[in-house]
């Protein structure tokens, strides 16, 4: 039982570039999760969604889209990274409200 | 929307001193509290968490929270920190049933040996 994995770990982008992030859960949940945290901001809400094939926006969605195409998988892409989208990106997933995180990707975009 | 207030961003404790972080919550109705944490290079995990009943809630490594409902509080506490508490620890909130929580913005927590 892996929990949640995200691909990849580390990841540098020239501004303008597209890339996809991966989340992976194998515990059969049905709410995913895509936030981003910054120092001192916190984690923030970008995207989420309650099931396969359904999503929908959080805080800060502009820049990001996202698809939950299999129930186990949820991707976070940026069509044209900017340097305002270097950050950490965590996925999560929850049962009974209680959210499982994964163990992020650090995005640099120069 | 409800928010979450987080008013220490940072403390430095000597091992053996008394933790307590602050958490207020913005919502009126029935919510859900968790207490996060997220040591240096590691995801978050999940620290305690109150949904109903006694209000004050063990966690894991020692760790307690009290959810007083008249101060839209739920502060954690820990009698004694060592040096391996050392981590950043986020309160969360959510809307009992919505399954969107909102963040506090951290607490950076250093524990000097």
């Known amino acids: 039982n892996a929990g949640v994995t995200q691909t990849p770990k580390f990841r540098v982008l020239k501004t303008g570039q597209s890339m996809t992030l991966l989340c992976a859960q194998d515990?059969?949940?049905?709410?995913m999760y895509w936030y981003r945290q910054d120092p001192g901001m916190g984690l923030r809400l970008i995207h989420y969604s309650v099931g396969e094939g359904t999503t929908a926006k959080g805080e800060v969605p502009d820049g990001y889209n996202v698809s939950r195409l299999k129930k186990q998988n949820f991707l976070l892409g940026l069509e044209s990274a900017a340097p305002s989208q270097t950050s950490v990106y965590f996925c999560?997933?929850?049962?009974?409200?209680?959210?499982?995180f994964g163990p992020g990707t650090r995005l640099l975009v120069l | 929307a409800q928010s979450v207030s987080q008013h220490n961003h940072h403390v430095i404790l000597s091992e053996a001193a008394s933790l307590e972080l602050g958490c207020n919550y913005s919502?009126?109705?029935?919510?859900?509290l968790f207490w996060y944490v997220q040591y240096p290079g590691q995801h978050l995990q999940l620290l305690l968490k109150y949904f109903s009943g006694d209000p004050l809630v063990k966690g894991i490594k020692g760790f307690e929270a009290e959810f007083i409902k008249s101060k839209f509080s739920f502060n954690l506490r820990k009698p004694s920190v060592q040096w391996s508490d050392t981590a950043e620890y986020f309160c969360?909130?959510?809307?009992?049933?919505?399954?969107?929580?909102?963040f506090g913005r951290g607490t950076s927590l250093i524990v000097h040996p």
């Open positions: 919502y009126g109705g029935t919510v859900n």
């Open positions: 969360a909130v959510n809307i009992r049933g919505s399954y969107i929580p909102t």
């Open positions: 999560a997933s929850t049962q009974q409200e209680t959210q499982y």
């Open positions: 515990m059969n949940h049905e709410y």
